[in-house]
């Protein structure tokens, strides 16, 4: 069975402790949106879809479990709103919670508004669409899988191909079965993997903590290597092709991910090796232009001095923390695999503005 990282029914809300992984597998229970606030903060919880599903669900199971007696619609129409809002404020670089908050916001003001609403009918308009989130990402993240193994497959000719991936885009930072490590499962359940390279991707280590764990767990052939290795392994290695996930991609194709994901792009040029961006169209915003636009989240330096509350940084040093940077859309030279295909950066916004019109 695949890792599951989110238990969800009706009024409860269970997420596999983050921090904590590899050494525990702890289930935390998720009972308000100030928990789901701090889970997403903290990162207990992290990748951007998850982010977004664990804000969302957070709001779905406080309601649940919400006394109703003095409530009105308009104050739960105001709860809602300013919890959402919350929500966004606690990361502020993927887009996904964002996104998820403007179009639930947009849902919740047009329910307020109808004639004949109640109480309960808000209340279930929510946690009905919070529901409906986890279902829809869990069914994207396998179109992606599918459209991106068999995109790159055709595009470098091969049977069998070795990859290579940065931070963790597993059934950890989403619904369940991953965007970029999505698209590495589907290959290795076409028989199509030789092998998997994952980054440890500092100063978090995300890709030796989370990624390396959920490829042993599902027995995917994979090697650990740190950040400073990647260009030799492109040498050496075989490498035919990189894939990654991605926080936010922007209307040119701009995309910010994992900081070293821009490094690994310019090596991916250098040695004409195919890179590709693999993400929900819930981690598009065609709003912004260009990448530059984008708010680059900044983590507390103890996430770069220590490693697990041991300081190995010399004392007094100063410290740059960035979580993310930006690959710019020309580095893209593989594609975008959404849910509905894969498409060069320049391709992306009017393939989303196609489905837009569409829905
Ligand atoms: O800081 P994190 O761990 O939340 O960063 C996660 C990433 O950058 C992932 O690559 C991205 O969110 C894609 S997750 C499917």
């Known amino acids: 069975m695949s890792l599951e990282a989110i238990r969800y029914r009706r009024g409860s809300l269970e997420i596999l402790n983050q921090l904590l992984l590899p050494q525990q597998s702890l289930y935390e229970a998720v009972g308000s949106v100030r928990q789901g606030w701090e889970a997403i903060r903290s990162m207990k919880v992290r990748g951007a879809p998850a ?9 779905a199971v406080e309601l649940h479990n919400k006394t109703t007696t003095e409530e009105s619609v308009d104050n739960l129409e105001t709860f ?6 919350y929500l966004v404020s606690a990361r502020p670089t993927a887009v996904n919670m964002a996104q998820a908050a403007q179009e639930l916001g947009r849902i919740v003001r047009q329910e307020a508004k109808r004639e004949g609403s109640t109480v309960e009918s808000l209340r279930e308009k929510v946690i009905c669409w919070a529901e409906a989130m986890l279902d829809q990402d869990l ?16 595009q470098v000719g091969q049977d069998k191909v070795i990859v290579l991936t940065h931070c963790n885009t597993g059934s950890l930072a989403t619904a369940g079965y991953g965007t970029a ?24 280590n995300q890709g030796a903590r989370l990624t390396a764990y959920e490829l042993v767990y599902e027995e995917i052939p994979a090697t650990l290597i740190a950040d400073s290795m990647v ?10 092709a990189v894939i990654v996930g991605a926080d936010r991609v922007v209307a040119n194709g701009d ?3 994992k900081v070293g994901t821009y490094q690994l792009a310019i090596a991916a040029k250098h040695h004409g090796i195919p890179f590709y961006v693999a993400a929900p169209s819930t981690s598009c915003d065609l709003s912004l232009e260009h990448g530059g636009q984008i708010i680059i989240e900044e983590r507390p330096s103890q996430e770069l001095t220590d490693i697990n509350g041991v300081r190995v940084a010399a004392p007094g040093i100063g410290v740059w923390n960035p979580a993310f940077d930006v690959t710019p859309h020309d580095l893209i030279t593989g594609g975008i695999v959404t849910e509905l295909g894969v498409f060069a950066p320049t391709e992306l916004l009017a393939a989303l503005t196609r489905r837009a019109n569409k829905v």
């Open 231 to 240: 260009s030799m392994a492109m040498k050496e290695k075989k490498i035919s």
């Open 80 to 85: 809602v709103l300013d919890s959402l809002s």
């Open 181 to 204: 490590l999505g698209v590495i499962r589907s290959l290795h359940t076409m028989g199509c993997l030789e092998h998997v390279y994952c980054t440890e991707t500092r100063p978090y």
């Open 51 to 59: 982010i977004a599903i664990i804000g969302c669900l957070s709001l």
């Open 255 to 257: 995309t910010a991910n």
């Open 139 to 154: 069914k994207d993240n396998r179109s992606i899988g599918d459209h991106g193994a068999l995109h790159l497959l055709q």
